[in-house]
């Protein structure tokens, strides 16, 4: 009886592994034809600048429109393109559109802020990124100082000697470098000074509960002051809030970004902010996202 139950668990085991298996493969196949089927698309969230209060730059964030499934948030689908290495073909889409897009902007007469892209660990390390970055540049026109690229700490930190070799070739283009969920991997702190980073994005986690956790105050204080003194600019992520807002400002942190000020907006919408030269104190529809 034993011996059958066995048999029993381990038939269930092989169906519903091979039943993953296919429902990944399947994903696969409609991700790899989602590029050429043009259903990835970039939404954009505003940055915005606490000194003055107007829009400085934006973030690209990439979602992929699904004919059935509806708009689907990149948590879903970049940890696969990451293993299957489709993140390389897409990522060149999205550093490329954003670029394209941006220059068109700068060209109609809007304010030359700059876009962030967000790089995979997979990107970073492919050996020909500041080729890759650099004809973006040449064939778009878009100027380097107007691209930031996004990356994490396990990114960065994974093979310190090889990612200062790494951010000087991308530097040396003229773009500009960000540290994204900054306080959230492991780093360690002495790195900052030989990694040329031009700003660090504080992670939202230490954001949510700023006005009310002295433990997340005290670290975000911390991180604003030791980035200073660095000469690094410092952008929160994830402020939802006023009071956040303001709190963040009062400690002198450089920018914000969260749907306090606006969600990520389709490309029609963030150009349409620009254009009404939307700041920080004006009032504007707030426009939510839905996806899946
Ligand atoms: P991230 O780079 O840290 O992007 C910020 C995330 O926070 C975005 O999630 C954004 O929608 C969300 N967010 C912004 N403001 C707020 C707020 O006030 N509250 C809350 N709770 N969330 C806020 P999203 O768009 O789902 O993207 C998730 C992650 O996917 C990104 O995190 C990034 O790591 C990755 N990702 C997005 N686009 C790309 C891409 O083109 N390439 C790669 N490699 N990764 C990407
Ligand atoms: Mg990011
Ligand atoms: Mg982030
Ligand atoms: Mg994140």
Redesign the pocket.
């Known amino acids: 009886r034993a011996k059958e139950q066995g048999r029993n668990n381990y038939q269930y085991y092989t169906e519903e592994l091979t039943t993953r298996a296919m429902e990944r493969l399947a994903m696969e196949n409609s991700l790899r034809h989602a590029l050429e089927r043009n259903e990835l698309v970039l939404h954009y969230q505003p940055q915005v600048d606490l000194h003055n209060g107007s829009i400085i730059g934006m973030e690209a964030l990439l979602r992929w429109q699904h004919p059935e499934i509806g708009l689907i948030s990149p948590n879903a689908f970049i940890p696969l393109a990451e293993e299957t290495g489709l993140i390389i073909p897409i990522g060149e889409w999205v550093l490329r559109t954003a670029c394209v897009q941006l220059k068109a902007w700068i060209d109609e007469g809007l304010p030359k802020i700059r876009v962030g892209v967000n790089l995979s660990s997979r990107q970073f390390n492919q050996n020909n990124l500041d080729e890759v970055v650099a004809s973006a540049l040449r064939d778009t026109g878009l100027p380097p100082s107007c691209l930031e690229l996004e990356l ?1 700490e396990r990114t960065i930190m994974h093979d310190a000697e090889n990612t200062v070799t790494i951010l000087n070739k991308l530097r040396a283009l003229g773009v500009q470098i960000s540290i ?2 900054f306080g959230t991997g492991y780093s360690s702190l002495s790195y900052l000074k030989r990694f040329p980073i031009d700003r660090i994005k504080i ?2 986690s230490f954001v949510r509960e700023i006005t009310s956790n002295p433990e997340d105050a005290a670290i975000s204080q911390a991180i604003i002051s030791l980035s200073h003194s660095l000469n690094i600019k410092t952008v929160a992520e994830g402020v939802e809030t006023a009071e956040q807002q303001e709190f963040l400002r009062s400690r002198l942190c450089d920018e914000i970004q969260g749907f306090h000020f606006s969600h990520p907006v389709p490309q029609q919408d963030m150009c349409q902010l620009l254009k009404d030269g939307v700041k920080l104190e004006s009032k504007h529809a707030f426009i939510q996202e839905e996806r899946v």
């Open positions: 994490t994204d969920d992670d939202q």
